[in-house]
């Protein structure tokens, strides 16, 4: 592991003594590049899955809330009884977010003398069943936390591994409604997907529908095989409330977009809208480019203490209305301006040149959503060219801006033109589209 860092930070360096020595003989479009491919968008159909254990679930992404970003292992019951008076007091399960979820540090170190899970007295001592009918008694979900291993992740708690079928039981004995299911401490002989699918069937015959997560973090590439048995899988690592794993997580779920569909979707991890280490600007990004992507949209920030500006981002509806569209296709980048993401999952290099993006999916009504993304330092006026979403020339589309609220004057035809400030994202849906030929693009 050591040397592969000194290896890639060597070519990482490479590349910036290139690019900044180049930077008076190349321009942007030398230096860097722009990408885009088509897809044609009459193939773009919901995908049709076939699952093994179908709970009826996960029609549309899920949304609700976990104290996991903010709390971690520091999570009690007070915070969860606390944040869920919130998500009352703030009418945000009338927005969608109906699923209340406690994390890891849950559970006792070990078990009760019959084998079976069992709360952590200190820090939940009325229980699970008591938490999970306080959240039904006010019209919401709840949801649990365990892992497909011998411990859980972060504090080496009780575990599922060996234990599926009695601890699917038991939680629908709590009444429980979602469960994440991490990936820490398992037999090395076992893969994820020999240990996942058993879960699973668990679930599926514990007599009560429970969302199924997989947390498997993309290791073994679960968007490929995990829509037979999960409603959800995580396609990359643990999201932080920093601006370049945003993007390196958007980038990593990209890939696994046409996997995704009703029933099943692609996972990048949790929202941190909300907990203070990235700029508003960075968090209309975060939240606009999860919901393009059909992500989960689950809030990871103490809902009694939120700000104004960041409720206004959780509660944009015009947005939200993206994710829970009924067609459930995910969005896809569909063009960029800037340099690879590898040279972004490494260094940064956009005070050279300004890195955009373009991203797109269909809507049902014959509407597409688009978004103008600028990654880079500096604002940035991106150009959207009907080519770069997929249309003809000749097309002509009503444009309505989702964060101002406000529908242009004019029909725009073989495009338009946005300033976008330096890492915010404007988000437009296109409708009542003049269409002689309709394509998408698929670019990474």
């Given at each position: 592991m050591e040397y592969l860092f000194w290896r890639n930070l060597g070519i990482v360096a490479a590349v910036a003594i290139f690019a900044w020595k180049a930077r008076g003989r190349l321009g942007c479009s030398q230096l860097f590049d722009r990408t885009h491919t088509k897809?044609?968008?009459r193939k773009a159909v919901p995908l049709e899955r076939r699952m093994v254990y179908d709970n009826g679930l996960g029609q549309t992404p899920l949304m609700g809330w976990s104290g996991w970003n903010f709390y971690e292992c520091t999570i009690n019951e007070k915070i969860v009884y606390g944040n869920m008076d919130a998500l009352v007091r703030l009418d945000l399960p009338s927005y969608g977010y109906n699923?209340?979820?406690?994390?890891?540090?849950?559970?006792?170190?070990k078990r009760d003398k019959e084998g079976n899970l069992r709360s952590d007295k200190k820090t939940f001592p009325s229980g699970m069943k008591a938490l999970a009918d306080y959240a039904h008694e006010r019209g919401m979900k709840f949801g649990l936390y365990s892992d497909a291993g011998r411990m859980t992740c972060k504090c080496h708690r009780a575990a599922s591994e060996g234990h599926e079928f009695r601890d699917a039981r038991t939680f629908a004995s709590w009444g429980i409604d979602y469960l994440k299911y991490d990936n820490c401490f398992h037999k090395k002989n076992r893969p994820s997907h020999a240990r996942y699918p058993v879960m699973s069937e668990a679930l599926n015959k514990s007599g009560r529908p429970i969302f199924y997560a997989m947390c498997e973090w993309g290791e073994d590439h679960p968007a490929v095989w995990a829509g037979k048995y999960a409603n959800s899988w995580r396609t990359s690592l643990d999201v932080k409330d920093r601006w370049p794993r945003i993007e390196l997580l958007a980038d990593d779920n990209n890939l696994w977009a046409s996997y995704a569909g009703p029933g099943g979707w692609n996972d990048p991890d949790m929202l941190q809208v909300g907990n203070g280490r990235m700029s508003l600007a960075e968090y209309r990004s975060h939240f606009s480019i999860w919901s393009i992507m059909k992500a989960p949209l689950i809030i990871g920030c103490e809902l009694r203490t939120i700000t104004k500006e960041h409720l206004e981002i959780y509660k944009n509806t015009e947005i939200i209305a993206v994710n829970q569209d009924s067609l459930g296709i995910q969005g896809r980048k569909v063009s960029r301006i800037g340099q690879s993401e590898v040279i972004t999952s490494c260094l940064t290099l956009t005070k050279l040149c300004v890195t955009t993006q373009v991203w797109a999916g269909p809507l049902?009504?014959?509407r597409i959503v688009m978004a103008a993304w600028n990654r880079g330092w500096k604002r940035a006026l991106i150009t959207?060219?009907?080519y770069d979403i997929g249309l003809e020339p000749s097309v002509t589309a009503s444009v309505r801006d989702l964060w101002k609220h406000?529908?242009?004057t004019q029909r725009q035809k073989d495009g338009f033109e946005v300033e976008?400030?330096?890492?915010d994202c404007g988000v437009y849906i296109l409708s009542n589209i003049s269409m002689v030929e309709l394509y998408f693009n698929s670019g990474r």
């Open positions: 897809w044609d968008i699923y209340v979820i406690v994390d890891d540090c849950w559970s006792a170190y049902s009504g014959d959207i060219n009907w406000e529908d242009w976008i400030d330096s890492h």
